[in-house]
């Protein structure tokens, strides 16, 4: 359970940082305090005391009640997409026997919620091999194992690249997060919410504002910036986006930040100047700091179904994609897209945004969205 290794604030004072070339839009504030005050880490060697054993207790129930409203939140903002094509599912299964036609109406409902013809064909396949190996009669084992194999599909590429956020791991120093997709996806908006998401664990988050195609762009980040109180390193409109990371990785490391989030341009997929300035910023992190960009997330709009998955392809061959975050699950999304993305391009979820507010972030867990879904 990751939460409980909060990363502390190093208390070595940050080295003083070397004029920045970019204008540096919100102030510095000293130490970023974490949102929600983080507790002492639980220290699992040493013998505990008793009054360490009771703040341990309570500290194990305070994330226990954080996990259960966080549960709710996922399943409430899933309601009007499961009340599309995957509740007509669960009606499928609602009979006592499985009938001739079930295995028709379930591919067409699986393509019409956006799952794509592959996945649904590969679901189907599976499906259709246990229950007649298994001579399966009844529907709702049927169900049971179409759900199992749901959250299969979601999780076969969760395991690879697993992000060192994820597992405990030592992150590299600073971590370099580059955030990319088309405009309008939820990219800034996603930011502001990984800022608060990494600051709650913690971490000294600093933001670059390298999409300086639209000045509305940087306004809007900046305004994130100041509400989560993290440093953003931006240069004027239409200025080099090069020229914003080459700033933001040397801000980055001149003030010991744990993390910088990159912010950049989502003009239409279709024009490949994007993609070659994306791979320019990727060499750029590299320079400065090899083995980073460490993290490359493909911000999707959920509502946008198969068109979503065409662009991811194109990102994915332009930039190597290290993980999704899917947007808008609180709309009209059909939601079978995060299906298609996993099997399709094998890319893992990470993240969902279930609103436009800072908190409406959850970490991707595959049951639990399978389960909202077909609930
Ligand atoms: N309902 C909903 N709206 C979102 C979500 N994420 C972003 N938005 C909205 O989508 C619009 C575009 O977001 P923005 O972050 O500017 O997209 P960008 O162009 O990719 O940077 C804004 O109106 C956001 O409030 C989400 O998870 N749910
Ligand atoms: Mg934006």
Not at 10 to 32: G, H
Not at 181 to 190: A, C, D, P, R, S
């Amino acid at each position: 359970m990751f939460r409980f290794f909060r990363r502390q604030k190093q208390e070595q004072p940050a080295p003083e940082a070397e004029a920045p070339q970019a204008v540096e839009v919100a102030p510095v504030p000293a130490p970023v305090a974490p949102v929600a005050p983080a507790p002492a880490p639980v220290a699992p060697m040493a013998p505990a005391s008793a009054p360490a054993v009771a703040q341990n207790l309570a500290l194990e129930r305070e994330i226990e009640e954080e996990e259960r409203e966080q549960k709710q939140k996922v399943a409430k903002s899933l309601q009007s997409t499961r009340r599309g094509f995957f509740s007509q599912i669960t009606e499928l299964f609602s009979a006592d026997e499985i009938t001739s036609s079930l295995w028709d109406d379930l591919q067409d409902l699986l393509v019409l919620g956006d799952c794509g013809v592959d996945t649904t064909n590969y679901v189907l396949d599976e499906l259709e091999k246990r229950v007649n190996r298994e001579r399966i009669r009844r529907a709702s084992t049927a169900y049971s194992i179409l759900k199992g194999l749901m959250v299969q599909v979601l999780e076969a590429p969760l395991s690879t690249h697993r992000p060192p956020w994820l597992s405990n791991r030592t992150m590299p120093h600073p971590y370099v997060m580059l955030v990319v997709g088309v405009n309008g996806v939820g990219k800034t908006t996603t930011i502001a919410k990984l800022t608060r998401y990494f600051q709650r664990l913690g971490n000294a988050v600093i933001l670059g504002a390298a999409d300086t195609f639209r000045a509305a762009a940087i306004d809007q980040l900046e305004i994130w910036a100041e509400r989560a109180g993290a440093p953003l390193i931006a240069l004027q409109p239409n200025s080099d986006p090069g020229a914003v990371v080459f700033d933001a990785v040397g801000a980055a490391i001149s003030r010991n930040s744990d993390i910088l989030i990159i912010d950049t341009a989502g003009r239409l997929h279709t024009k490949t100047n994007l993609m070659e300035e994306l791979k320019k910023l990727r060499r750029i992190c590299e320079k400065q700091l090899p083995g980073s960009p460490h993290d490359v997330l493909l911000v999707i709009d959920a509502t946008t179904g198969q068109n979503g998955l065409q662009q991811a392809k194109i990102f994915t061959e332009a930039v190597e994609v290290t993980g999704v975050v899917l947007t808008k699950l609180d709309g009209t999304a059909k939601g079978g897209i995060a299906f298609a993305i996993s099997r399709e391009l094998g890319l893992p979820i990470r993240f969902i945004g279930t609103g436009e507010k800072l908190d409406d972030l959850a970490e991707f867990d595959a049951t639990q969205f399978v389960d909202a879904l077909f609930a």
